[in-house]
């Protein structure tokens, strides 16, 4: 359908200029006043078609349907989905309803785990804009044969989202299988962060952090125990001495124990 409307945009365009120029050519006048050949109606279509082009252009963009639609295009619709890094924003100059349209840069981790740069278009409020920073993971939609451009993911289908953000973590070595079978087996609890130490080693760029926590069970009483994790430096800040965070444990071995922070806490 988009291509559909932008040829039929450029077919005015081009035929109303065509037609305004055989016109200028072909117009019988007097002598002395060649140039009324190029004044009258003709020249109605043209501007119209100047004003009008760019804007079914700028308004039959990806972005800007996926804006109004709440859905990907029907080209990435059906796409694998992937795990997207941000590494840079930009502005393109477009807005919408006072919104602007930015260039997303991203590295893409795709079903096979085989990363690729590539970029995504999209509306985002400005509230939003502070959250697109760099090493934020977005869901994306993409076509194994064109992986030059992706969408932004807009099914909420949670499941394969869900999927793919934690096969991401596991490639980064953030997280294991084992510990997502505890996450969505084990008992969720609170604890409060007690002492926090950064033995010094890194992997892929997230150091190592001992947490010591005091958790509390859902019967009330507690138990201690330390917690070592590669983590995000970002994340580093959501495990400070006193901050209470979400865990979940295994009731017969308490000191297996999961953190349930956000991926782009």
Known sequence: MKKLIRAAALVFLFGSIGYYLWTGFTRPVEEGFEFLAWVGPQMIAPIIALTVVPIVFAFSGDSVVAAFSGRNSAAFRDGLVGVGTVVSTRPTGMTLNDQPEVRIELTVAGADGVPFPSYARAVVPVTDLAM??????????????????????????????????????????????????????????????????????????NPKVAIGLAVTRPDGTGFSTVVEKFLPPRAVQHVQVGRVVKVHYLPQNESVLVLALPANA
């Open 132 to 205: 697109l920073r760099p090493g934020t993971l977005l869901p994306v939609r993409y076509l194994p044969g064109r992986t030059d451009k992706v969408e932004l993911d807009r099914s909420g289908d949670m499941t394969k989202v869900q999927s793919a953000m934690n096969e991401a973590m596991i490639r980064q070595g953030v997280t294991t299988r084992e510990n997502l079978e505890i996450a969505e087996r084990g008992v969720a609890a609170e604890a409060v962060v007690r002492s926090l130490e950064v033995p010094g080693e890194i992997r892929d760029g």
